[in-house]
């Protein structure tokens, strides 16, 4: 069964989730919205065109920091030193080049819309939204955003331009998050990119249960300990 959201903050059980994952249709990408969503396991994906569309997948695929696997070819490429990594350092360029690269170049048939673009850099100016950031001296050439909730990070989209970009700054978000004592990255969607870095699909209800670890810091307010 699809649910219809209204104009009232509230999200069906994800246990009522279509096997596909969608759970429910409508609403709005209000901060308030988007935090309740992840906070419950539940994230937007949609394309331009269609009403806001919510998922909520089992089983889940996400990377444990401590399970990170860095190929050999790529500890040789990263000894080189070739790319400077930041943290938060150019949210906007990141978003952008995730929304162009994955639209063929002019940001039409993407699912990072105009409106998830506005609302996920709402949330950057909020503290929620994060990005890390791969510069082959000062050109841009790789990165990735996410949001942070408690110790959870959930990857929204990245981009790479240039060779290795986007493995590399995985492995330096993986390599913070685990100093930072993350629970876990969540990935949403599987991809063999991923599964090699180290990700693994676990069960939803097995994921529900690290997401309310994650956030028991919190006290049931939203923080972002990035």
């Not at 419950?40 to 089992?58: A, K, Q, R, V």
């Not at 996400?62 to 990170?68: A, D, Q, R, Y």
């Not at 949210?91 to 039409?108: E, P, T, Y």
């Not at 685990?178 to 693994?200: I, N, P």
Request: proline share 4%.
């Amino acid at each position: 069964m699809l649910y219809a959201l209204d104009d009232n903050l509230w999200f069906p059980a994800v246990e009522f989730a279509e096997d596909c994952g969608l759970l429910a249709v409508g609403g709005d990408l209000a901060p308030e919205r988007l935090l309740l969503a992840y906070s419950l396991g539940i994230f937007p994906w949609y394309n331009p065109g269609e009403p806001i569309l919510w998922w909520s997948p089992d089983p889940r695929c996400v990377i444990f920091p401590s399970k990170l696997h860095i190929s050999r070819s790529l500890q040789r490429f990263m000894s080189k030193g070739r790319y400077r990594i930041s943290f938060n350092a150019d949210f906007a360029g990141v978003i952008g080049w995730c929304r162009r690269l994955r639209a063929g170049g002019d940001g039409s048939g993407t699912w990072i819309t105009a409106e998830m673009e506005q609302a996920y850099t709402h949330l950057h100016q909020l503290g929620f939204a994060h990005s890390v950031e791969c510069w082959d001296g000062d050109t841009l050439v790789g990165g990735l955003y996410g949001i942070c909730l408690g110790r959870c990070f959930f990857g929204e989209s990245m981009f790479s331009r240039s060779s290795n970009a986007s493995k590399v700054v995985l492995v330096h978000l993986l390599k913070s998050l685990e100093k930072k004592g993350f629970e876990f990255l969540d990935c949403q969607q599987t991809s063999d990119h991923l599964l090699s870095m180290g990700a693994e699909e676990i069960p939803r209800q097995e994921f529900l249960q690290y997401l309310q670890q994650a956030q028991e810091s919190t006290n049931g307010s939203y923080e972002s300990k990035f």
